[in-house]
Structures are given as structure tokens and as C-alpha cells.
């Protein structure tokens, strides 16, 4: 009789026999490491048919023994070959007996090798990646070597949050930040996205039009929490501020000597001041009077105020700074400086030059509001400038630096600005077949003039876009300038002023707009000591040439854009030179 899954003549070879009869065993003796022993009727068999149930029985009972062996089963329920050992090693494993060949020439069962294959899929670690099974017709039906979706840890994709920016002229776009992107980040993205040129000077305005309120986020601020804290109705503004880090560029102008006093000595220097604001350790105390409008009333009250580090204080008798007369105003470690945009309409402010300290909880309400107000603009960014060196410190200069240093970096590899001084300047002529500098200044202007007349009949005979008819063409004068980013067009005086505000009251900054009183004439407004001033520009004729003139004619431009690169680079009859130009860009 056979067994069941070998062949006869396996069973039948003599060799077989011979191995099986001439193992000398007793019958206590194991039949082979982690085996059973085996009845007598296996060794010394006399009987040519073998009992078939017995044998299965105890096929059984050496599978469950064998799973705990280092040889692995493959899916198809055959043994794995071992991995060949590196040169000049000796195996120290005992030889197989005759007895072990007859253990590894048994039957395999198909219901013990299923059971080895689930209990191998249960050790299988779960971090595995989910890869199909390029032969599917070795693996059975009820147990698949893919992993399943929910045996796989969720991805732990970047937070990523949607955050709608406006911009100058009303228009919006939506953009999709990560959690932990800070404002810097995100107007070099919205720079990139506009195609407009980064000069660091692009900021991230949080307003709140229901308050009144409205601030330039600090460069390292996250975005999403600053968020977090605002109401519905406010949002987000993306604008220009060349006044971000003027206290860097120019301390000279901000803090008077009677409203900085220190608690240690100080020389009284620049460098000085500096450093004491930046020390964490220092002490500095700005002071003066100011407007404070009494919680939970209308009444605004000029009083004696101190700002340090642990707070802003107002003194309660006079100008006295002791501790028994200073009354707590607000605290600088969970609130923010604000200005306010219509302070005399909306809060009965005694002048334009409004300030706001409002905590982060604060969203809709103004009962905890602390309205401040200066007399003046100077006075009002030098307060605003104090609270925030007080409260950044360090950090505050970190990020002044950072723009900096990134140019030193990337400057051998980026394109060389162009730099122009008023001694690197002459006049060249190049009419010959070689260049010569003109040296005398009557030359020079007659050359200037005739370049510029020659320039305008070659455009005269171009397709001008804005022409009414081909019979009465407009000019390239006077409307090339329409195309620039500091032409503003028709706005008024207050819109104009606004705009200057909003976007940093430094000198040199500029915008030309139409004139409301002359239709035919164009107004430069201007800044300059923290001072808004407006120069009428008007057109004059000569030799019925159209020019503009900001000087009553005795210096002409054929068009604005001369103009302005003019007084880029000479002062001329203005208080400075235009430096730089109020831009509104649209999402």
C-alpha cells in the first residue's frame, strides 16, 4: 500500500528499505530532534502494508513540532533553502541521520501549511507598504499577501490651511499655506504669484474694519495663529511698507531725548540706544503724555503714560513715576499695537494721530480696547516703534537682517543692480563713429533737448493706444505714463494722503495722480519729514512742442516718466529726491 502524496516507487526503492532496516534504535529513543518518538512498528517493520491513519496522526504531531525550526516555509508549502555560507566557514550542524530523511521525506498536509501561512501573515509588521502580489496563483484564496488599507498607519500628511489675502485695489485671492508658514513667507509667495519685485518691503497687513484697527504683521509671526485670532469681518491686506524697519535705518529720527530715560547709565548715543532696546536685560522707559480714552466711556483724558517692559502705565499725580502712582494700562505679553484708521469718526479721538493696544482675545468687542492718541505723527511712530522693540527685542532685528543677508549670499550669483550717483553721470555723444564725453554744459543741454525732440516725432508716428480716430491721434506724452506703477489716476487729495500713510511715511515716498482743479496738469505728492507735500505739475508749449514742467517752465520734460527719472536722481526744487513710489498690485 502507498502512501498518500508519494509515490509508489519511492516507498518501494530498496535503498529506502535498506536505510529503514538497518537504523539500530531502542525503543526509547527519539526518533530525531524535535520529533517524537516513533512506534516499533516503523523501525522494525515486518508487514507490508503500513497503518495509514497512524501514520497521518503522527504526520500531524511532527508539523506542530516543527514550528518552532529556523526553516521557513515558502507559499506553496515547500522548505526554503538556507543561504550558502561565506567562503572559508564550516557548518557545525551534525549530520542528518538516516532517520531525519525519512521525517523530510513524509507528506506535506495542506491544512497544517495554511495554518503555518496565517500564522506567518500575523507576524507580518504592519509599517510594511501595501505591494501587490506579482503571483497570485501561489497564494490561496483566504490568505493574500497584500496588506490591507486599515492595517496601515494613517500618512501624517503637512497640515495645510486656505487663507484669502486682499489686496490695495480690492481684489482677493485664495492661497494655500502650510500651519507653521510666517508672513514673510507668505509675501514672498504672493510676490511670486503677482509677479511683482521683491524689495522686502512687502508686508502682510491685519485689518479689522469693525474696530477700526489695523497692523503690519511681524515677519516671523505665523500666519495661521494670527488668524485664529481674528473675527469674521477682518482680513488679511497685502501691501507695501517702507517704514517697517526705519528705526534700523535711521534712529536719528525717532526718540527725543526727553521722552527716553534708562535705569542704568547710558551715554546717550545711537549705538547706545540700540542696544539698550535690544537687550533683554536693559531697561529703557519711554514717556510722555498722551490721550487715553477711560474704559466703558467716551471722555478721553491727557495723562502722564510710561512704557516698559512689564507693561504701559499712567501715572495718577502728575509726571510722578513712583510706585504708589503708576496705574496699569496694559500688558505687552499677550497684546498687540494697532493704529487707528478713523479715530476721531468712529471713537470721538481728540486728533488723527491714533494708536490701539488690543489683547489677542479681543475679537469684536471695544470695552477692552486701551485707545491711545499723540499729538502728532512723529509722536505716534515713535510710541508704536517703542512697543514693539520692547516686546521683540532681539527678534525684531533678526528679521531686519535676514532680507540683508540673503542678498549677501546670493549677490555673485544674481544680477548686478545697476548703480547710478550724480558724479558717475556725463553726457556722451554718439553721433560719430566714436563716443566722446561733452564738456561743455550748453552742449550738453542743447543735446539732451534734441534727443528728446527727436524721440518724440519717431513716436509720434506709432500706433498710439488711446487715439479717439486716425485723424486725430493722442499723443505718446500723454498717456505713456498711465502705464506706470506711481501714476494713481483720478483720486483726491484724502485718497492720495491715505495711500502715502498706509504705506510708510518715509523720504521719498512718492505718487503722481490727475489734478481735480486743472484738468490738463498732474500733482506730485510727496513725503518728507514724516510730512505730506503736493507739487502741481503743469504742461507749457515751445515751439508748439507740449512739455511739463514742475518749476514754472525752466525745467521741461517731454513726458512724466522723464520727469520722474529726473528727480530720482536730482533734488532739484523739491525737499528730496523721489526714492519710492506707492504701488497698488492686484491678486
Not at 469681518?233 to 536719528?252: C, D, H, L, T, W
Not at 493696544?357 to 517703542?386: G, H
Not at 487729495?493 to 511715511?505: D, M, V
Request: neutral net charge.
Amino acid at each position: 500500500m502507498a502512501l498518500a502524496g508519494c509515490p509508489d516507487s519511492f516507498v518501494q526503492h530498496p535503498y529506502y528499505q535498506d536505510k529503514v532496516e538497518q537504523t539500530p534504535r531502542s525503543p526509547q529513543e527519539p526518533a530525531g530532534p524535535g520529533l517524537p518518538a516513533q512506534p516499533d512498528r516503523l523501525v522494525n517493520r515486518q508487514e507490508d502494508d503500513v497503518d495509514l491513519e497512524a501514520l497521518m496522526n503522527d504526520m500531524n504531531a511532527s508539523l506542530e513540532s516543527m514550528q518552532s525550526d529556523t526553516v521557513p516555509l515558502l507559499q506553496n508549502g515547500q522548505h526554503a533553502r538556507s543561504q550558502p555560507r561565506a567562503s572559508g566557514t564550516r557548518s557545525v550542524q551534525p549530520q542528518a541521520s538516516p532517520r531525519q530523511k525519512v521525517q523530510r521525506s513524509q507528506p506535506v498536509h495542506i491544512l497544517a501549511v495554511r495554518r503555518l501561512q496565517e500564522e506567518d501573515q500575523q507576524f507580518r509588521t504592519s509599517s510594511l507598504p501595501a505591494i501587490p502580489n506579482p503571483f497570485p496563483e501561489l497564494c490561496g484564496p483566504g490568505s493574500p499577501p497584500v496588506l490591507t488599507p486599515g492595517s496601515l498607519p494613517p500618512s501624517q500628511a503637512a497640515a495645510k490651511q486656505d487663507v484669502k489675502v486682499f489686496s490695495e485695489d480690492g481684489t482677493s485671492k485664495v492661497v494655500e499655506i502650510l500651519a507653521d508658514m510666517t508672513a514673510r513667507d507668505l509675501c514672498q509667495l504672493l510676490v511670486y504669484k503677482s509677479h511683482c519685485v521683491d524689495d522686502n518691503s512687502w508686508t502682510l497687513v491685519e485689518h479689522h474694519p469693525h474696530l477700526g484697527l489695523e497692523r503690519c504683521l511681524e515677519d516671523h509671526e505665523v500666519v495661521v495663529q494670527v488668524e485664529s485670532t481674528m473675527a469674521s469681518e477682518s482680513k488679511f491686506i497685502f501691501r507695501k511698507n517702507y517704514a517697517k524697519y526705519e528705526f534700523f535705518k535711521n534712529p536719528m529720527n525717532f526718540f527725543p531725548e526727553q521722552m527716553v530715560t534708562w535705569c542704568q547709565q547710558s551715554n546717550g548715543s545711537q549705538s547706545q540706544l540700540l542696544q539698550n532696546f535690544l537687550n533683554s536685560s536693559s531697561c529703557p522707559e519711554i514717556q510722555g503724555f498722551l490721550h487715553v480714552k477711560e474704559l466703558g466711556k467716551k471722555s478721553w483724558k491727557k495723562l502722564y503714560v510710561c512704557l516698559r517692559r512689564s507693561g504701559l502705565y499712567c501715572s495718577t499725580k502728575g509726571t510722578s513715576k513712583e510706585p504708589r502712582h503708576l496705574q496699569l494700562l496694559a500688558d505687552l505679553e499677550d497684546s498687540n499695537i494697532f493704529s487707528l484708521i478713523a479715530g476721531r469718526k468712529q471713537y470721538s479721538a481728540p486728533t488723527d494721530h491714533g494708536l490701539c493696544i488690543k489683547p489677542n482675545k479681543v475679537r469684536n468687542e471695544t470695552k477692552e480696547l486701551r485707545l491711545l492718541c499723540a499729538e502728532d505723527e512723529q509722536s505716534r511712530t515713535c510710541w508704536m516703534t517703542a512697543f514693539r522693540l520692547l516686546k521683540y527685542g532681539m527678534l525684531l532685528y533678526q528679521n531686519y537682517r535676514i532680507p540683508q543677508q540673503r542678498k549677501a549670499l546670493l549677490s555673485p550669483f544674481s544680477t548686478p543692480v545697476r548703480s547710478v550717483s550724480e558724479n558717475s553721470l556725463v553726457a556722451m555723444d554718439f553721433s560719430g563713429q566714436t563716443g566722446r564725453v561733452i564738456e561743455n554744459p550748453a552742449e550738453a543741454q542743447s543735446a539732451a533737448l534734441e534727443e528728446g525732440h527727436a524721440w518724440r516725432k519717431r513716436s509720434t508716428r506709432m500706433n498710439i493706444l488711446g487715439s479717439q480716430s486716425p485723424l486725430h491721434p493722442s499723443t505718446l506724452s500723454t498717456v505713456i505714463h498711465r502705464t506706470q506703477h506711481w501714476f494713481h489716476g483720478r483720486i483726491s487729495r484724502e485718497e492720495s494722503h491715505r495711500i502715502i500713510k498706509q504705506q510708510g511715511l518715509v523720504d521719498g515716498l512718492f505718487l503722481l495722480r490727475d489734478s481735480q482743479s486743472n484738468p490738463k496738469a498732474f500733482v506730485l505728492t510727496l513725503c518728507h519729514h514724516q510730512k505730506i507735500k503736493n507739487f502741481q505739475i503743469l504742461p507749457c508749449e515751445d515751439d508748439g512742442q507740449t512739455f511739463f514742467s514742475l518749476d514754472d517752465g525752466n525745467t521741461k520734460f517731454s513726458d512724466l516718466i522723464q520727469l520722474v527719472d529726473f528727480y530720482q536722481l536730482n533734488k532739484g526744487v523739491l525737499p528730496c529726491k523721489l526714492k519710492h513710489h506707492c504701488i497698488r498690485v492686484a491678486l
